[in-house]
């Protein structure tokens, strides 16, 4: 029902567009035979608007995976840099929250560890929405910043990494079982900000997936059972995205494609000094508007590495 639903509001976008063009090229045929420039002002920008929504339908119609429509699960991880790594990360998770909201996307935080300073050790959310993990797929990677240290007090130029992981949400009935006896857990304190029930009671986990070696921490949750819930659905989405990772490898090496691990690839870098710049190192896309990548508008990078490498 859910695909019926997402197919018939495909097919209504592309009716009410084509609609709208055959309204649009009977006003202009007027124009012309009357030589009525008066129109001018109604056919040009409802031409720009409906190019415009046009571009945004074939762009989606490259969203065409098998997990691509669904929610995404993306992880950021404090990388090296010290302080200046944890406040990268949370630079970072703001930037994706704030692409998610111009996407009208519903956000959730699924985990956050504070840093002891500034920032954050790590954060894990969930971003609802249709193609949310279409859209971040190209954002697997470690993301690297330069900037005039704001820690430093002789305030010099630091280098700080980050990694970023994006994860497809299991359906519930996904033909993928974890075995009660395969996973290991551990309670203990969250720390950071969570109120004194938290800070006094073990219900922080930390599930350990003994075939794959998988580690997944939570702690954001005000009860054990709601944190090994949440746990339980990472370690799932983890444990899916190898078998993605797994038939993304078959099909490569059918076309006889070289396959280079991804963990720990660089694959953008943030320059905020000696000058301004956002480059991609996979499609070699770069603008010079950090302040604005940085405040969501990713949807540029995203376009391009969808464009120079389609399906995965």
Request: glycine share 6%; net charge negative; with cysteine.
């Amino acid at each position: 029902m859910q695909r019926l639903a997402s197919l018939r509001g495909d097919y209504e976008k592309w009716t009410n567009i084509k609609n709208k063009c055959t309204d649009l090229n009977e006003i202009a045929t007027i124009a012309l035979i009357e030589k009525d420039e008066s129109l001018n002002d109604t056919i040009y920008p409802e031409f720009s608007n409906l190019s415009s929504m046009v571009e945004t339908l074939e762009f989606e119609l490259q969203l065409n995976g098998v997990y691509d429509e669904k929610t995404a699960i993306l992880s950021i991880k404090q990388g090296a840099g010290g302080v200046d790594a944890q406040d990268w990360s949370e630079i970072l998770l703001r930037m994706y929250t704030r692409w998610a909201e111009r996407k009208k996307f519903s956000i959730e935080i699924l985990d956050l560890t504070p840093g002891e300073e500034a920032g954050i050790k790590s954060a894990t959310i969930k971003i609802i929405g249709r193609y949310a993990y279409g859209y971040l797929r190209s954002e697997k990677g470690v993301h690297r910043l330069v900037r005039l240290s704001p820690f430093d007090t002789d305030h010099r130029r630091h280098t700080s990494f980050a990694l970023v992981e994006v994860l497809p949400e299991p359906d519930a009935a996904q033909d993928l079982r974890i075995e009660p006896d395969d996973v290991k857990m551990d309670v203990f304190r969250a720390s950071g900000n969570g109120g004194q029930s938290v800070q006094k009671n073990s219900t922080a986990i930390r599930l350990t997936h003994k075939p794959s070696g998988i580690v997944v921490s939570v702690q954001n949750e005000r009860s054990q059972s709601q944190n090994k819930e949440v746990g339980m659905k990472i370690l799932h989405a983890r444990l899916a995205d190898i078998e993605i990772k797994k038939q993304a490898e078959k099909q490569a090496q059918l076309k006889g494609e070289h396959v280079s691990a991804e963990f720990g690839r660089q694959v953008r870098s943030y320059v905020h000094h000696p000058y301004q710049m956002v480059k991609d190192h996979r499609t070699e896309y770069q603008t010079g508007n950090t302040d604005a990548v940085l405040n969501g508008e990713i949807d540029d990078f995203l376009t391009a590495f969808l464009s120079s490498f389609g399906k995965t």
